[in-house]
């Protein structure tokens, strides 16, 4: 027997929604939570139209299109919600559609596993592609191991249920972020920046993986049901902290030469949802701390891009005369979906943005209708850029001392970098 996904009766509705449209064929992808014995789906989304598709008349897939979509919707996905696959609506055959969806779906994870800074290699590795006539309404839904190469469509179920996510745990914590990351000598080269960035998140992320979880105050044990996980409509959830020592933190400073760096500090909110099947205890430590790595490693990225991008300095910043920059990084907005449940989804919002910006990008990436009354915006403080007076500025002869040490990544260069207040996330740029 081939894997079971328990889908939310509102996927189904959207579906069908989709039959309607007269542009085919149809693709979007498959949204929720994996499991070793079953997969939830509590989400579809379709692809958003492409502008020079939509003036063509085309209805060719774009591969391309198809997995950068996915890729934006990852960073929107809190801890716990992951994309599961991929659908297609068309009138065509199904079994001559599945080459295409096999394509699709590998296409789509290994654009995603790019930015993923953790182990994965004891995941559940199926991702289900399912087809969907539009006249006939037909579903053939067929899973694929994506890390075999050679995989081979597997049949599997597709059971439609009301309120698959209405008595999920929720989980979160408040996270002190401190990572500093060396650039390369020449900060021009975007794909040196991108690699030493990830190299030095990978780096932090590995502490984190191997920090203690303390869960409402305690430590459960790791095979431990969280309690509440099988009460029907209940939402428990739960606090936590993640609790990184000192000791492990020394054992990965090195000595580096370097042409500058990225810090990156303040706070940011965590939070994972667990399927109500027996949740453990292991599930929730897990699911929490890929969340706090996906959500800084997102907002770091979106700012070097945005700056690699501009060339130079972009609103929000500000940069003093020793060349080190500050720049805000967006705080993260929640919005619940449209299925019942505690289940919400997220967009980081910059300082220069209004709620309407953050209610587009629902709509496109997600399809969602949103409304500004639905966005919760209380989990994080935007982070302000502090404005340093000169008398609090390095002496010429500290300045002095100081230069021979910034080619090196160690404690001497963090402390060129003013410490933030915390419930703030910001980023540092500092030019050798």
Known sequence: MGRIYIVEDAVEGYLTKQCEQKVVPVTGLLLG????QREYVVMATRTPQREESAASGGNSLDKEWVTEHARQVSRMLPGGLSVLG??????????????TLRQLVFAVENLISTERLWNSAEDVSDRVVLHVNPKTRKTLCRTFDVKDPKSVAKPADWKYQSGVCSSWSTVSCCLSVDVLVPLPDNTTATEDTDKCLKEGLRGWARR???????????????????????????????????????????????????????????????????????????????????????????RAQM?????LTSGGASEGSSRDKHQREQFCLPHRVFCPVEASGPVCVCDYHFSDEGPSEVIDRLKEM????????????????????????????????????L????????????TTVALLATAASMLYLNDV
């Open 366 to 401: 997600l399809d969602m209708d949103a409304a500004e009354k639905d966005l919760d915006t209380r989990r994080e403080t935007p982070a302000e850029v502090w404005e340093r007076d000169a008398a609090d500025e390095p002496t010429v002869e500290t300045a002095e001392a």
């Open 86 to 99: 991929v659908f297609i609506i068309t009138d065509n055959d199904a079994k001559d559609t599945l080459t």
């Open 33 to 36: 939570q994996s499991s070793t």
């Open 208 to 298: 984190l993986e191997s920090a203690v979880c303390l869960i409402d105050g305690r430590r459960p044990a790791a095979d431990s049901e969280l309690a509440g996980g099988q009460k029907r409509n209940a939402r428990p959830t739960y606090t936590a902290q993640l609790l990184i020592t000192s000791d492990e933190r020394r054992l990965t400073d090195v000595v580096q030469r370097c042409g500058g760096s990225v810090s990156v500090r303040g706070a940011v909110y965590s939070t994972a949802y667990l399927h109500s099947n027996k949740p453990k205890a292991r599930l929730a430590e897990k699911l929490l701390k890929r969340d706090a790595v996906s959500t800084v490693t997102t």
């Open 403 to 414: 230069q021979s040490k910034r080619n090196y990544f160690g404690a001497a260069m963090a």
């Open 303 to 307: 700012v070097l891009e945005e700056l």
